[in-house]
């Protein structure tokens, strides 16, 4: 599986404190643990280095660091408000939160932020890894490299009326070695593809 290539224990990624080889889920771990499983959040976005051979602008970033841990979760002091909470992913330490502003498209009187948010108990990403690794025999046909570049949980919105899991993928097309990238959801728990597009 491409999440424990060699490429991941390379010293420079010591730069960055987490990895794909700590496990797609560590952005999500590290937040549980700050916040507690019963914490309800609106999004989480996690991203990864697809390296530089991928994306030369990664030059500096390993393939597989973490470069992007984000949160935004249900103020405590707060109930209708959100906090949005960033980790620092060199240190591994999370930044102190900040207020967001919540936006409405249509009737702002109706809006509920509970129809917006999960508790963290309700996510489990344990049936993805073997989901990504029954994917790389397709993407090796179709990438000349690959790399694993996302995890999140997406809030309900304009194509779906739930919350959804997305893991992200890029890459160089083996035919002419044009960079694309593609995308796959799931369900909350993690057992159910919703949609397949890391091939297009």
């Known amino acids: 599986m491409l999440v424990h290539s060699p490429l ?23 937040i549980k643990e700050k916040l507690g499983e019963e914490t ?3 999004t989480i976005s996690s991203f990864f280095a697809s390296g530089s051979e991928i994306d030369p ?11 992007t841990c984000t949160v935004s979760y249900q ?8 906090l949005s909470m960033s980790m620092d992913t060199r240190t591994g330490e999370f930044k102190k939160p900040l207020q967001v502003e919540i936006r409405v498209s249509g009737d702002s009187s109706k809006f509920d932020l509970n129809n917006y948010l999960i508790a963290l108990d309700k996510i489990n990403l344990s049936p993805l890894p ?6 790389e025999k397709n993407l090796s046909a179709h990438y000349s490299k690959f790399a694993w570049t996302g995890v999140r949980l997406s809030s309900p919105g304009t194509f779906s009326n739930k919350h959804q899991l997305r893991v992200d993928v890029a890459g160089r097309l083996a035919v002419n070695d044009i960079k694309e990238s593609g995308y796959a959801e799931f369900s909350v728990d993690g057992k159910k593809v919703i949609k397949n597009r890391l091939i297009k």
């Open 8 to 30: 991941y224990a390379n010293d420079a990624v010591k730069i960055y404190k987490y990895s794909l080889s700590d496990g797609a889920d560590i952005c999500f771990k590290k």
């Open 40 to 42: 309800k959040v609106s």
């Open 57 to 67: 602008r990664s030059a500096n970033r390993p393939q597989g660091v973490m470069t």
């Open 75 to 82: 103020n405590p002091e707060n109930s209708k408000r959100l």
């Open 130 to 135: 073997a989901f990504m690794e029954s994917q």
